[in-house]
């Protein structure tokens, strides 16, 4: 028999690769990090000796869920400013209330919460942009989640920064100190075409093909947005950013809810990644990104939960579950956006945005052992016909029991492992008081 670090008895793998498979009573052998071998479960128990097994006797095994935009330390404003317009809530609230909070300190207190949060979801890899992404980094590695940190770039002042130089100086040097890293990347993260100007876009375009790195920006959110810049330049964001050759596979867009049939096809040929945010887009009355339309052009759509200061969550799987239904109501047709599609995007297909589909996203043996189990054996997902579905239209996080992340479990029986929840808490509540206060004076 062959020696092994762990071995994952479950009830139902779903692999994710190849697509709409489910396999029953099979096994995931793990070793140093990652999936060396994905058989039934027999076999396995005749093959492997592990020094440790799981059982997963009632629960569906799948890769960990990629939450492809967020912003984590955001948390410490969750529910700070509902039921607002983008630019309303933007500029006359969260604008002001990072201007007087954000500092080292509150972007980890909030992105420690949101790793909690995220875990305890089945989010095993995130893709942020805020500032601070030093802080963010070092949250993410000592709590094990795996991230990719925005370089984030905006043309105004903050406690991050002070212009566009000191942003990129800054950005790059944390790219420097990142480099191998086995848990934390990063890209380039230029705010919106709104906030950075075409001189700082071109300069960032240039960037990215120096250091090969990605470009993770907001996009046609709004419709009024897009008209302000038309008015203004006399094209829409998206015809800017073709004109500056920054419509390629290193672009991650954001949002995209206001797009046109030749922009869909413009974004499909030069390869664009969308991250579809549906339940921010929906709270904020944003738009409806046309999910069918752009997956039916070839465009990669990734699922992202924004930041919980306009979800208010992290929650993976309800976003995914809105993503579904939306996605129907859209297209006006009950077959678009299929479960076996909306796992995918909210695995695989974010995965692939970030560049990181060889490590992540499914499983399959050689990758990183990244993987969540989901307890079916409960009244909410009985009785259960078809696991894929089933973790779409009814699973919620809180059924989430058990992650790893490279292997290293980081969720055990619903307990975060190795990190201080309570402390965390108590942090984040103390946070909000002091936030809260400000406000209400």
């Known amino acids: 028999m062959e020696n092994i670090d762990t071995v994952l008895h479950a009830r139902w793998i779903v692999p994710v690769e190849p697509e709409n498979q489910v396999l029953d009573h099979h096994s995931l052998a793990l070793h140093r990090g990652r999936i060396v071998d994905l058989l039934p479960t027999q076999a396995a128990t005749d093959r492997y000796n592990a020094a440790e097994t799981v059982m997963l006797s009632d629960h569906v095994v799948l890769p960990g869920l990629v939450n492809a935009h967020t912003h984590a330390a955001m948390t410490l404003l969750r529910g700070l400013a509902d039921d607002l317009p983008l630019m309303t809530w933007l500029n006359e609230h969260i604008w002001p209330a990072e201007n007087r909070w954000v500092s080292p300190e509150f972007v980890q207190a909030g992105t420690e919460l949101a790793l909690l949060e995220m875990l305890r979801g089945g989010t095993t890899c995130f893709n942020d942009m805020y500032f601070f992404p030093d802080i963010t980094a070092n949250c993410a590695e000592r709590m094990g989640v795996r991230a990719v940190v925005g370089l984030i770039v905006i043309d105004f002042p903050s406690a991050w920064a002070q212009d566009a130089d000191d942003y990129l100086a800054k950005g790059l040097s944390l790219h420097q100190q990142l480099r191998g890293n086995p848990l ?14 075409e001189s700082t876009l071109m300069r960032i375009r240039d960037l990215a093909e120096q250091h090969d790195l990605r470009i993770h920006m907001h996009v046609h959110e709004t419709a009024g947005e897009v008209e302000s810049w038309q008015q203004q330049h006399g094209q829409r964001p998206l015809a800017m950013l073709k004109r500056l050759g920054m419509l390629s596979p290193q672009l991650l867009a954001t949002h995209m809810t206001q797009l046109t049939a030749a922009e ?10 969308v991250l579809h945010c549906p339940e921010s887009n929906l709270k904020l009355a944003s738009g409806f990104c046309p999910v069918a339309q752009l997956s039916a052009a070839g465009v990669n759509v990734a699922l992202g939960t924004d930041g919980a200061a306009s979800n208010n969550d992290l929650d993976m799987f309800g976003e995914a579950r809105t993503a579904a239904l939306l996605g129907k109501a859209v297209a006006g047709d009950a077959a678009a956006l299929p479960a076996t599609q909306v796992v995918r995007m909210a695995t695989l297909d974010g995965a692939r945005a970030l560049g990181l589909d060889h490590e992540i996203g499914s499983l399959v043996p050689g990758k990183a052992a990244d993987i969540i189990a989901v307890d079916c054996a409960t009244p909410e997902t009985e009785p259960l016909y078809q696991p894929i579905s089933q973790l779409i239209y009814a699973t919620a996080r809180h059924q989430v029991s058990d992650v790893w992340v490279a292997g290293q479990r980081r969720l055990a029986d619903r307990q975060v492992v190795g990190v201080q929840s309570e402390a965390i808490v108590t942090t984040a509540r103390n946070w909000g008081r002091k936030i809260g206060n400000s406000d209400a004076g």
Do not use: R
């Open 184 to 197: 934390v990347s990063t890209m380039l993260a230029p705010h919106a075409p709104y906030t950075v100007s």
């Open 264 to 273: 869909i096809e413009h974004c499909a040929t030069a390869g664009v990644h």
